[in-house]
C-alpha cells in the first residue's frame, strides 16, 4: 500500500461508511511509531487538523495491533468527530487518521471492560470545549479501577481545571452508576459546553494545604467497608491537618454494577486553590484498612512533590497553555512524570510551541506562548 493513497473508513453525519479514496500531503502527515501515546496523539491530531501515521502497534507482540479498548476509543472518536478518517492496515499494526471537526451533541458509548471510563473521558474532556454542538456524553462501563483515574477524581480535580482557563458553564460529571472490575456496569453522563477561545493562566503560588477531602465508595460489600477506609485513612493524615473531611458513598440494587468493589479517593486543597489528589482502589485480597492507609501516603507523596497541579493534571493543564491566547502562561508543578515528557514533545510535533522549564529547589516552572486557538464552530456573542 502506497503512503500517499490509501483506501479510508469514513463517518458522516449519516453514519453510513463508505470507502472512499484520499490522498494526503505528506508534508502535514505527522507520523509515530508504537501502542503509547496513542490517545494523546489521536487527540492533539484532531485539534490541531493534522493527519497522523502511527507504525509499527505492537508489531512484534504475540498478538500484533490494536487491542479491543483502542478499537472501541477510535470508534469514539469517529462518533464525536464530524468526517473523519480512519484506516487501519489487516494486521490492525498501522492506522492513518485524517482528522475531521469536533461535532459533540448527545452521544452514547459502551467502554467496554477491558479499561476503565477515564480511559475515553479523558481525551473527551480535552475535545469537550473546542466542539460545534455542547457535550452530552453517557459513558458505560468501570468507574474506578487500580490502572486508571477514577470517576470522582475526574470530577473533583480534573474537570475544576478547566475554569482556571475559562470553561465554566455547564461542567458537570454525574456518576449515575458505580461498576467496578471485572464486570463493570457503571455509567457517567459528562456534560460540558464549548467555548470560542480561552482565556489566558498563570498559576505559579501553590499556597499551603489548608483541607483535605475525599470519597470512600463501596458496591456489593458491607457499608461497613467504606467507615473502615475512612478511619485507616484519618490515622494517616491527622498527625498533619485537622481539617478532614471523607464522605461515605454506599451504593445498593441496580446502581452498584455488577461486581463487589471499593475505593478511596482523596483531594488536597491549598490556600491558593490548588487540588492535588490521590487514589486507591482495591484489588484482590486487599482489607479496606491497607486501602486507606496507602491512599493516604499516596496523598503524602504527591503533596511532597509540590506544584500547583498534581501528576494526573499536568497534560490537560500544558494542552490548555499552548491553545490559549497569544499570551504567556505560567504554571508551577512537581517533577515532570514520563507521560508529561513525552506529551511536551508531541505538542512540538503537532503545535510547534516549546515550552521554557525552569527548574528550583523542588518545582518546575513551565512557560510558554500560547497559539490562540479559535474554536470557529463557536459564533461571538
Keep these: 500500500m502506497s503512503n500517499n493513497q490509501v483506501t479510508h473508513l469514513t463517518s458522516e453525519n449519516n453514519n453510513n461508511h463508505k470507502k472512499r479514496s484520499y490522498c494526503f500531503s505528506m508534508s502535514s502527515l505527522v507520523r509515530f511509531e508504537g501502542h503509547q501515546?496513542?490517545?494523546?496523539?489521536?487527540?492533539?491530531?484532531?485539534?490541531?487538523?493534522?493527519?497522523?501515521?502511527?507504525?509499527?502497534?505492537?508489531?512484534?507482540?504475540?498478538?500484533?495491533?490494536?487491542?479491543e479498548y483502542e478499537a472501541s476509543f477510535l470508534?469514539?472518536?469517529?462518533?464525536?468527530?464530524?468526517?473523519?478518517?480512519?484506516?487501519?492496515?489487516?494486521?490492525?499494526?498501522?492506522?492513518?487518521?485524517?482528522?475531521?471537526?469536533?461535532?459533540?451533541?448527545?452521544?452514547?458509548?459502551?467502554c467496554g471492560t477491558d479499561r476503565s471510563i477515564a480511559y475515553y473521558l479523558e481525551p473527551?474532556?480535552?475535545?469537550?470545549?473546542?466542539?460545534?454542538?455542547?457535550?452530552?456524553?453517557?459513558?458505560?462501563?468501570?468507574?474506578?479501577?487500580?490502572v486508571d483515574i477514577s470517576m470522582d477524581s475526574v470530577r473533583t480535580v480534573l474537570l475544576p481545571q478547566l475554569k482556571r482557563f475559562g470553561i465554566e458553564e455547564n461542567v458537570e460529571l454525574k456518576i449515575t452508576k458505580r461498576g467496578a472490575?471485572?464486570?463493570?456496569?457503571?455509567?457517567?453522563?459528562?456534560?460540558?459546553?464549548?467555548?470560542?477561545?480561552?482565556?489566558?493562566?498563570?498559576?505559579t503560588d501553590q499556597g499551603r494545604i489548608k483541607r483535605i477531602r475525599g470519597i470512600a465508595y463501596c458496591t456489593r460489600v458491607s457499608p461497613q467497608t467504606a467507615n473502615r477506609l475512612?478511619?485507616?485513612?484519618?490515622?494517616?493524615?491527622?498527625?498533619?491537618?485537622?481539617?478532614?473531611?471523607?464522605?461515605?458513598?454506599?451504593?445498593?440494587g441496580a446502581e452498584s454494577g455488577k461486581s463487589p468493589?471499593?475505593?478511596?479517593?482523596?483531594?488536597?486543597?491549598?490556600?491558593?486553590?490548588?487540588?492535588?489528589?490521590?487514589?486507591?482502589?482495591?484489588?484482590?485480597?486487599?482489607?479496606?484498612?491497607?486501602?486507606?492507609?496507602?491512599?493516604?501516603?499516596?496523598?503524602?507523596?504527591?503533596?511532597?512533590?509540590?506544584g500547583c497541579v498534581d501528576t494526573v493534571s499536568q497534560w490537560l493543564n500544558l494542552l490548555l497553555m499552548v491553545l490559549s491566547p497569544e499570551d504567556v502562561g505560567k504554571l508551577r508543578m512537581g517533577p515532570l512524570s514520563p507521560f508529561t515528557i513525552q506529551y511536551l514533545r508531541d505538542l512540538k510535533a503537532f503545535f510547534?510551541?516549546?515550552?521554557k522549564i525552569e527548574l528550583d529547589a523542588e518545582t518546575t516552572l513551565m512557560t510558554c506562548v500560547g497559539i490562540g486557538y479559535v474554536n470557529h464552530n463557536k459564533k461571538t456573542t
Design 261 to 306: 468493589g471499593f475505593a478511596l479517593s482523596l483531594v488536597a486543597e491549598s490556600t491558593k486553590g490548588a487540588l492535588l489528589s490521590a487514589e486507591k482502589a482495591a484489588e484482590a485480597g486487599q482489607a479496606p484498612e491497607d486501602v486507606g492507609v496507602m491512599a493516604a501516603k499516596l496523598l503524602l507523596s504527591e503533596i511532597q512533590k509540590g
Design 181 to 203: 472490575p471485572p464486570l463493570g456496569g457503571g455509567e457517567v453522563v459528562f456534560t460540558c459546553n464549548c467555548v470560542r477561545q480561552l482565556k489566558p493562566m498563570q498559576f
Design 37 to 67: 501515546y496513542l490517545r494523546q496523539r489521536l487527540v492533539l491530531a484532531t485539534l490541531s487538523g493534522k493527519p497522523v501515521r502511527i507504525d509499527k502497534i505492537r508489531s512484534d507482540d504475540a498478538n500484533p495491533g490494536l487491542t
Design 75 to 110: 470508534k469514539l472518536l469517529e462518533k464525536v468527530t464530524n468526517g473523519s478518517v480512519i484506516e487501519i492496515n489487516y494486521t490492525g499494526t498501522s492506522i492513518v487518521y485524517k482528522p475531521g471537526g469536533i461535532q459533540g451533541g448527545r452521544i452514547e458509548h459502551d
Design 352 to 355: 510547534g510551541v516549546s515550552f
Design 230 to 252: 475512612v478511619e485507616s485513612a484519618r490515622s494517616v493524615l491527622n498527625r498533619y491537618i485537622p481539617d478532614i473531611y471523607i464522605y461515605t458513598d454506599v451504593y445498593k
Design 124 to 146: 473527551m474532556i480535552a475535545l469537550a470545549p473546542f466542539s460545534k454542538h455542547p457535550f452530552v456524553l453517557t459513558l458505560q462501563g468501570i468507574t474506578t479501577d487500580a
